[in-house]
Structure formats: C-alpha cells, structure tokens
Nanobody
Framework: QVQLAESGGGLVQAGGSLRLSCQVSGRSFGGYAVGWFRQALGKEREFVAAVSGTGASTYYADSVRGRFTISRDNVMSTVYLQMNSLAPEDTAVYYC??????????????????????WGQGTQVTVSP
C-alpha cells in the first residue's frame, strides 16, 4: 500500500504552463505504474497520462498529447505532469493513481481508473480564458 500526494495546481491563463507533482510514499516505488486523471465539475473522471514503473513506457489521452508530458523520478518517488499550452477545457481537479507492484506494472501502464487502487486527494487546476 502506498500513499499519494498531488501538488502544483493553481490558476493560470490560457496558453500558460503548470507542473504537477505526485509524491508517493511506500516501498518499491519503481514497481508501481502511475497515472494522472482529471475530473471537471459535473463530469466523470477521465484519463490524462500514464507511465510504467520503470518510466520507459508512457501514454497520453488524445486531448493532451503533444501538450502534456509525464515523467518520473524513481529516486525521489515522484511522478510529474508538465502541462503546456493550457486551455480552459483543461480546468479540473487532477488526481494521480498508483497500481502495483505486480508482474506488469514495472513495464506497462494503465489507462482505466478502475485499475488503480491507490489515489491522492487531488489538486485543482484552473485555466482562465
């Protein structure tokens, strides 16, 4: 079992950038795949980006591909989400989730929220027009 804590959210103008961090506490961080999801007011939680435990494999939602970059520092037990060219439609609470350790989580990523068993409390990102 791990605990996750997101940070880095805030208010930014359209076209601006933010970097979110997901600090993970617990053992064997490198064995956990981590994903970022977001939930806008009145909408369901949606997938944003994911990274495998080793960091070698990443995947993005079509809506953010080319603008967002997910990365991880396994020494610092932290996963980052660099968000560039932000738009008002990116406004949401952003959550990170962790899955593992298992036979796949070091190599593969997960894109379905139901596959994650550990979640942080979320960080609000607001993009003004």
């Amino acid at each position: 079992q791990v605990q996750l804590a997101e940070s880095g959210g805030g208010l930014v103008q359209a076209g601006g950038s933010l970097r979110l961090s997901c600090q993970v506490s617990g053992r064997s961080f490198g064995g956990y795949a981590v994903g970022w999801f977001r939930q806008a007011l009145g909408k369901e939680r949606e997938f944003v980006a994911a990274v495998s435990g080793t960091g070698a494999s990443t995947y993005y939602a079509d809506s953010v591909r080319g603008r967002f970059t997910i990365s991880r520092d396994n020494v610092m037990s932290t996963v980052y989400l660099q968000m560039n060219s932000l738009a008002p439609e990116d406004t949401a609470v952003y959550y990170c989730g962790a899955q593992g350790p298992n036979a796949y989580s070091g190599t593969y990523y997960y894109t379905n929220a139901n596959e994650y068993h550990n979640w942080g409390q979320g960080t609000q990102v607001t993009v003004s027009p």
